[in-house]
């Protein structure tokens, strides 16, 4: 009797030890997989690499019933679809973030890595545009799945200028390559500014408003030496303008350092404008241009009662805005050889090993020689995605790039030139590279 009852407690707690074991478990491959789905692993369910997440960020989904974002940290908050045949894809919903930072609310967007090919309709006339054909590639390796379910190995650029007809080529944003517009190390991917940045008064923490700033007194300003002043990515704002292309650098990169923010680099708006163009964006249809381009407004995403889907990189609420129309946007850029005195300071202070990785810098003014594989200029150069497009390549007196804008540019492979000025159509987009 006595072994009896001692058998059955001994069971009891075999079972409970058993119980915990598997609870154990249980949480612990939840966490795997919360884990997988917010740290930049490859997600083969979703066929991308997930979102990197720090402790002031938090996925987000669209409410169509509320038009507002809501949190939703799960693998639910995004979708990479590729479109099919010349069909206008509005199928993608690309990862969105909301960070904050002293209290303020910003909107970023997930750009994972990716190798990508390009076809050309004219061969002898490549203005006359293409496909771009994206790979998105497995963690910071250069693999990714062919259609058979096959890995299969992406290229690297040497000298920048390779054939990205012949072969799929690793986008050198995402790369260690600092000289082709990469990093120091392997990236998963890059979080882009959803719109254009704002600048907002934060003096009545209760209404904190938009600053509009039409004139170099309120916009040419560096938040280090001001008070109550701040950043906000969000729509339906007046763009930050009337500031020099110097002060906005300085203010990127002091926004979220946690975050290793910055000045979106002009090899980054090429993996924006890419990705758009290709399946997983537009499927080369038109991004609708922002027509918010009056001197007096330069209104975010140019919202009316509700953002205009059409104006986005996604056609839906998940991808980037302001990329077509809007302002003209500076990108930490730079021609190495500039003679611009106007801005030698800018160009000596970030031209040196500490903050190479900070802007792409161009060694000459000769566009097809100079051009970088993956910046949309020359390998792109007068494409209009169905708009209007203008193509200046920088030089010596104008060594920095202004993309997307008004006027008459109307395309996300629109580049201008400029020296760095304050001016009242010009603004500039935040990126924070996270891991």
Known sequence: MKTGILTQAQKAKNETEEARIEEENRI?????YISQYTNGGYVESKGVNAPVLKDNMELVT????????????????????????????????????RVTV?????????????AYKITYNNSENKSEGGTIDVKFLVGTSDNYYDENGKLQK????????????SAYYVHPAFTNNVDLGGW???????????????????????????????????????LSEVENRAIAVQDGMSSWRCCTIGNMYTNAKSYAENLNSHMLKNSEWGAVAYLTHSQYGRN?????????????????????????????TTKNEYGVYDIAGGGYE?????????????WASYGS??????????????????????YKIGDATYETKDWSMNGTSVSWFINSYSPVFIRGGTGNSTSAFAYDRDYGRCNNAFSFRLCLTVN
């Open 330 to 342: 500076y990108v930490a850029s730079w021609y190495g050889k500039s003679t611009s005195q106007d």
């Open 154 to 165: 992406a290229k690297r650029a040497v000298t920048g200028h390779e054939d990205t007809t």
């Open 284 to 312: 080369g249809g038109k991004v609708l241009r922002n027509n918010e381009d009056n001197y007096l407004k330069f209104i975010t995403a140019d919202k009316g009662i509700s953002v205009n889907p059409e104006q986005s």
């Open 184 to 222: 120091d190390g392997e990236l998963t991917g890059i979080w882009v500014g959803k719109y254009e940045t704002s600048l907002v008064d934060t003096s009545n923490k209760e209404n904190i408003t938009n600053v509009v700033t039409n004139d170099e007194g309120t916009g040419n300003i560096l």
């Open 102 to 114: 002293d209290g303020i609310d910003s909107y970023f967007v997930w750009i994972p890595r990716y």
């Open 62 to 97: 669209f409410n169509e019933k509320t038009g507002e974002w809501e949190e939703n940290n799960s693998s639910s908050a995004y979708d990479y679809v590729a479109g099919t045949g010349t069909e206008d894809n509005n199928k993608s919903k690309w990862a969105n973030a």
């Open 349 to 370: 202070n970030i031209i040196n090993e500490k903050e190479k990785e900070f802007i792409t810098i161009y060694a000459g003014e000769t566009e097809s020689i100079n």
């Open 28 to 32: 612990s491959d939840y966490e795997d």
